[in-house]
């Protein structure tokens, strides 16, 4: 895939929480089963939280939700309850971009891995998930 970084702009449905996120014009996402992403339908790829900037007075519109480990922040917005990004339990030093949230026009592709959050451990070995949070990974890019 081609790794040339982009700037990405995005944010919730009703455009209260705003961001921006350098990446590929090309990305790999993660479609998580696990009880919260599945329920969400959440698919996202992950960037180091370097790349990642709120906009604006996003801030305050966002509010978090943890559970079991509470390693995973899932940040939504209060006002219309879009998770656009969140912090994962596999990468803490890492965003999770929401890639249906991504302004349209500058994602040339996106190829979907399965990260099976059911058995999240097993998983987490097995992927490789860990290092997209990493500056200059190609797998994950």
């Given at each position: 895939m081609d790794s040339?970084?982009?700037?990405?702009?995005?944010?919730?449905?009703?455009?209260?929480?705003r961001w921006r996120v350098?990446?590929?014009?090309?990305?790999?996402?993660?479609?998580?089963?696990?009880?919260?992403?599945?329920?969400r339908g959440n698919t996202?790829?992950?960037v180091p939280s370097e790349r990642f900037e709120l906009l604006g007075d996003s801030q305050d519109f966002l509010t978090t939700y943890t559970f079991g480990t509470h390693k995973a922040k899932h940040t939504f917005?209060?006002?219309?309850?879009?998770?656009?990004?969140?912090v994962p339990r596999s990468n803490p030093d890492g965003i999770a971009v929401?890639?249906?949230c991504v302004d349209p026009g500058t994602l040339a592709h996106v190829e979907v891995k399965h990260f099976d959050g059911g058995n999240w451990e097993e998983s987490y070995a097995q992927?490789?998930?860990?290092?997209?949070?990493?500056a200059l990974n190609q797998e994950c890019e």
């Open positions: 040339e970084m982009v700037v990405h702009n995005g944010g919730c449905h009703c455009k209260n929480v350098l990446a590929p014009a090309s990305v790999v996402a993660w479609k998580c089963n696990c009880s919260d992403c599945s329920m996202h790829f992950i917005c209060k006002i219309c309850g879009i998770t656009s990004f969140y929401t890639f249906r992927t490789g998930i860990a290092s997209c949070s990493k």
